[in-house]
């Protein structure tokens, strides 16, 4: 299937709940003030685009392509991560909010997660080695047999993260947020 090649647009304040995005290859574009709520997305491929202020709830990426995409102030609940095309995917998110999305099983290293919302947010058995959640709020983020090494909770609050079943080694935490390491132990620390 040969795809449309979009370089270089900026797309503002589009509802593409009312019409469709063309079906295509984006790159270096911009997307802003857009609306994808429950869009169908698949298959598409974005690389070095930037999404700012964009409405991505529930859309479908089966098999889509993110390629060093930066998402600014965006809303992403309900995202199923783990349904991209794998192959170099790159992201990085500020002031967004991803509540209920997955990255299930996904290579997500040196991945930024900055001033964002990321409540129930599913990072099962996922590589995160060297990532940064600066100024995070991960309350109710399942950690399950997940790569941690290297990672910068330092900012970071709300987590829940059981150092016997997720790999820690040299990740980085606040002293206040020390608890989250020891939440299944129901301790209490004065």
């Known amino acids: 299937m040969v795809l449309n090649s979009i370089e270089s647009k900026t797309f503002e304040k589009k509802d593409f709940t009312q019409f469709d995005l063309l079906k295509g290859e984006y790159e270096t574009c911009k997307f802003l003030n857009c609306n994808?709520?429950?869009?169908?997305?698949?298959?598409?491929?974005?690389?070095?685009?930037?999404?700012?202020g964009c409405n991505l709830t529930?859309?479908?990426?089966?098999?889509?392509?993110?390629?060093?995409?930066?998402?600014?102030d965006c809303k992403l609940v309900g995202i199923q991560f783990q349904q991209c095309n794998d192959f170099l995917l790159s992201v990085r998110f500020e002031n967004c909010i991803?509540?209920?999305?997955?990255?299930?099983?996904l290579k997500l290293k040196k991945t930024s997660f900055k001033n964002s919302?990321?409540?129930?947010?599913?990072?099962t058995e996922s590589d995160l080695t060297q990532s940064v959640f600066d100024s995070c709020d991960l309350s109710r983020a399942i950690f399950q047999n997940t790569?941690?090494?290297?990672?910068?909770?330092?900012?970071?609050f709300n987590y829940s993260?059981?150092?016997?079943?997720?790999?820690?080694?040299?990740a980085k935490f606040s002293l206040q947020g020390i608890m989250g390491l020891l939440d299944k132990y129901d301790v209490v620390v004065d």
């Open 117 to 123: 919302n990321l409540h129930e947010v599913d990072f």
């Open 98 to 105: 991803l509540k209920l999305s997955s990255f299930q099983k």
């Open 58 to 72: 529930m859309a479908n990426l089966t098999k889509t392509a993110l390629r060093d995409i930066k998402f600014l």
């Open 36 to 52: 994808f709520a429950n869009t169908n997305l698949s298959e598409f491929v974005f690389s070095d685009c930037e999404f700012k």
């Open 147 to 156: 790569t941690l090494e290297k990672v910068d909770f330092t900012t970071a």
């Open 161 to 170: 993260i059981d150092p016997e079943k997720n790999r820690i080694k040299k």
